[in-house]
């Protein structure tokens, strides 16, 4: 592509509207342009990033057997009030009525319409598992689109649902889509990580969230430096330690700490090691109040105590409806508390041989608490695992702290479509069951954002070759001279005629200009062509990476220019 | 694709919904499911010959330099308010309101969209021409959806944008696009036309429709035995002939002609040929009556007439309109007639000898009329070609009468969006001046309907091999067989590997419902496999199109497959 025929006009300044590094790289390079709030057309140099990576998705999921169609965007109402989604859904859903007053949406999801599909299709256990897959526009009327396209409206995103006779066989589909989304990012050339992940309450056994890892990322996750685990941080298990199971030494011995209530406070004031102290965490659910110990240097991971409660939702207890149910703030601990309380406490307090807990008293906590002085309590993994922690699965490893962009996840959806309905095949002995489902998507759109997030410098973007638009360009620093052109035309056409994809700068611009556009750009190689090089028969190769730069013959740049490319990772097709 | 695997669970009966053979085929072929009226699933086997079509106009379009970006399909109606199709695009426009009540719709094309983008981001003459394309979901809310993807609400479109600095540069986009639709169209393996088409007032100097030729067309095209021009009946251009030049024989003689008002009745009456006699049609415009005439035996060009006249409509007058002005229904003619008339003429009329006309009276006509008794009249051309015409273009050819599906259209906009939408760029010389545009569309789902409705036969689809879902359909005949399993298995693989695209149908089945079956579904070659000619090293080879059946032997059926495919323009990517 030669850029004077092109539409790409790349902006000095970052546009004040943007505060994420995708965002401002992507406006300018002239990726995309708003049309409305969270709304944007794909510019021609994003289209060519996108369609490599719908390639890329394509490619591994036919590779695994899920099989392409295409659902409508346009969705009647009457479907998700099958579902109950039509109410639930809230605004996010971008509703309209057409001519004749129908009501429909813009598919934010396709549950539904797949449902729909596969219920009117299959009828027989012999026609399972069928996994389904699309690329399409979805719509989601988010309330604060921000971020460019990490989180806008309308967006691309590839979605997948399987359908299984049982939970075996969907666990099977479940991680034939887990290997494929290894294998997309992979050849996306993204660092990334598979994580597990909090499934809710709906949710199945398992689900994993496929995470780009960047330090802008939303999310943080933990993951071992030796084997495979790693999770959302919420969701991370913890090794836990065996409960101190020496002798008792004393009985707790109760002690004035008048106006110490938080850790720090009372670990100065008795002069033990915050490690050494029990953290009490007030909560309520719907129907009663609930107390999480966890030791004072940890922080608690909700999450884990949703779970273990099996609630949806968890509210922090304030002060006036503590003191109600007979809890004295700052001095709650688990000697003595009100009847009635529900008690939960992280095994890691209990190794504990004589810590230091609320007394459940003004002014006044015990120390030399032994574990066999808890009453009334059950044990649950409480606390937060943090970067340093050994790894819960392998022996050797230990946990290190990164920040994740969510670019795909894998959901065991189990029945909960397929009997709310009535998705149903009959099996061996002709008894009808629902079908077991799976859903897997990937954020096309967001996938191309978080691969910016992750590799890009002060100058620019640093494109992966598999997924960057052109794989390289060549600057001509002399438009006009013949010996320049000339050369620049050869081998514009020699690199396109190998399967390489040239952005030929052929406008007049300073040198300066050039170089700084180049880099902006981030196409992984820069080969510059100049007068005085050309003059010794050379043209200079710089790596948009590395930054490293070489001057190379004339007649040999286009071999090595492949051969770069290839160590890169490039596939030709 | 293995069938077993894959879903595609064809219909024997035709459903009684559809009407039009692509609708039931693709009914029965499992391509396409509705989900509301209009609106539709392209199931597996339709979305391979869709991603097939797109491919074809990607790298078609890609050729000439027109550049592929994505637009949003969901538009502010701001953009519509500027150039004023808000309010005339009428219900056709599905609108929508998002969670903040501001106004939106379901683009059903993009001309505000592009038009904003090209303003926002052009400024000089150097940086034009552009030609952008998109290929996109678009929804036209249609009063009767009908005939499957013939006419449905949802559908996919490449529409594609021309800005040039003046008509002679955007005459230069537009035959650019006219060559690469004709090599489109053709690599689709299509027989088609490209048409001249009316372009109504709005419209440029010219338009051309692509149509894909069928007999279950909607339009009427003619085209050339010889040459290459083809139009749409309404548009087609009539040789005519010079004016009859010889001396005048006589007066006109006036003849009583009681009741007699139709061509037929008066030829039969006066014992003459009805091409010797004038038929008078009486229409009105806005401002005046008109009268039109042209031989006897001849149709009216209604589109003619308007464009002759510069409306936009036209109306047949009525007997009591008629009468108003001094008209008398069944008699009027060129000779004496009342004032303030206009009178349009076609050249034929002027060269009959002697004709017969209506002489403005009762009951009357002249006979023995001469060119040179005609008065106050403008000439223009006005009757309809037929077929058997002879060619407008050149001496030898003659015209043909086809039906034709529109799958495409180019258009050239002039200025109508840059001027209300103000998308203007600078000379030379400084000057602001607006841009000239064209607009280039191709239904895409409708070109796979035409496919379907052009090549089909009683039993089922013939696909053309170059938007085939599959190329080559494997039937086994003895599935469980290890011999017949074995040796389809190899080919299978075999072929696989070479880049041919197979459905193996691997279910057990009658081979009378296997062969109706892969007939039914048009892939275009059939490989099948059975016991009994195995025993002979044999395969039978079937092309789906012409129904031609051979044995050939096991070791060469790959490559008499792919010899078969080549020739029927398969290229292998």
Known sequence: ???????????????KEAVVISHQLMLRTCMIKQLASGIYTY????????RKIERIIRQELDRVGCIELLMPSVQPADLWNESGRWKNYGKELLRMKDRKENEFCYGPTHEEVVTDVVRRELRSYKELPLNLYQIQTKFRDEVRPRFGLMRGREFIMKDAYSFD???????ASYWLMYEA?????????LNFRPVEADSGLIGGDYTHEFHVLANSGEDEI?????C?????????????????SGPELDKPRRVATPDAKTIEEVSNLLGVQPSQCVKALLYKTENEPVLAFIRGDRTLNETALRNALGVPELELLNEGDAREVGLVPGFVGPINAPDGLSLWVDPEVLAIEASVVGANAPDAHFTHVHPSHFANYQVTSLRQAFAGDPCPRCDEGVLASWRGIEVGQVFKLKTKYS????????????????MVMGCYGIGVTRTMAAAIEQNHDDAGIIWPVQIAP???TLLSLDVGSDEVDGAAETVYQALTDRGVEVLYDDTKGRPGFKFKDADLLGIPIQLVFGKRSLNQGLVDLKMRGTGEKRSVALAECVDETIAALRQQGWEHH
């Open 1 to 15: 592509m030669r850029r004077s025929k092109y539409l790409l006009n790349t902006l000095k300044e970052t546009p």
């Open 43 to 50: 510019m021609p140099f994003a289209v060519r990033s996108i």
């Open 165 to 171: 006779v049982d939970e075996e066989t969907c666990d």
């Open 181 to 189: 989304y290894k294998r997309i990012f992979s050849r996306c050339g």
């Open 222 to 226: 933990l993951s071992c430096n030796q």
């Open 228 to 244: 495979d685990y790693a999770a959302n941080v919420e969701r991370c298990e913890v090794r836990q330690p065996a409960a101190f």
């Open 419 to 434: 009997e709310s309905m009535n998705a149903s095949y009959l099996d061996e002995q002709g008894h009808s069951k629902p």
């Open 470 to 472: 052109f794989h390289v």
